[in-house]
């Protein structure tokens, strides 16, 4: 069994949470026993995420949402590695997650380490710069004159790896989100607002 949400349904559940999370509204998820004794069975979250692992940016919370509700992938600087791909395909082909939400932030350390390797030629442990060398592609994308080069370079790359998702994933992957099974949304989460933007293709913000 899956969730029964249409992927619009999942967005719409979680954009109101944002909004409750902004209102600061008390949030008290269910952890009971009864409900991990469910969650032990069966889990059917409502949404698969690509995050960034900065302790900032925790999507439960942001998005008010409980146990079993968040499918989430976290790595340094959300980047589409083989991993995330992986992890995300399970999430759509075994638990039927009707919506992908790849979610970059601003002020994002892995970022801004990427800048630094692009501008001032920075190197970093050899682990460490393969983490973030999938993170370059969308800093010599972004637009340099830009006010914050760091944000939209993030926000760069949120739109590039929903555009791998969405046009080179797996067969499944692809003919859901041609069937309306399936909908890949990018997003960005400001620090300093608590807000999260839903992006559209082109690249323009959507308030939650």
Wanted: proline share 5%.
């Amino acid at each position: 069994m899956t969730t029964s949400l249409s992927p619009d349904a999942a967005l719409t559940l979680l954009k109101e949470g944002n909004r409750r999370f902004l209102a600061g509204e008390p949030f008290t998820p269910v952890t009971d026993r009864r409900a991990r004794l469910q969650l032990a069975a069966a889990q059917h979250p409502i949404a698969a995420y690509l995050s960034c692992s900065d302790s900032r940016v925790p999507p439960e919370l942001l998005f008010e949402r409980g146990l079993g509700e968040l499918f989430i992938v976290r790595n340094a600087g959300n980047s589409l590695c083989n991993t995330a791909i992986g992890s995300l395909e399970f999430a759509v082909i075994n638990l039927g997650v009707p919506l992908i939400v790849v979610m970059g932030h601003q002020q994002c350390g892995a970022m801004r380490a990427a800048v630094a390797m692009v501008r001032e030629q920075r190197r970093y442990s050899a682990r460490i710069d393969a983490a973030l060398h999938p993170l370059l592609p969308a800093v010599l994308s972004a637009d340099p004159w830009s006010e914050d080069l760091v944000d939209a370079a993030a926000r760069a790359n949120v739109l590039s790896v929903v555009q791998t998702i969405t046009q080179e994933s797996s067969p499944e992957i692809i003919g859901r989100i041609r069937a309306g099974q399936l909908k890949v949304v990018g997003a960005f989460y400001s620090l300093t607002s608590g807000a999260v933007d839903f992006l559209d293709e082109e690249g323009e913000g959507e308030s939650s």
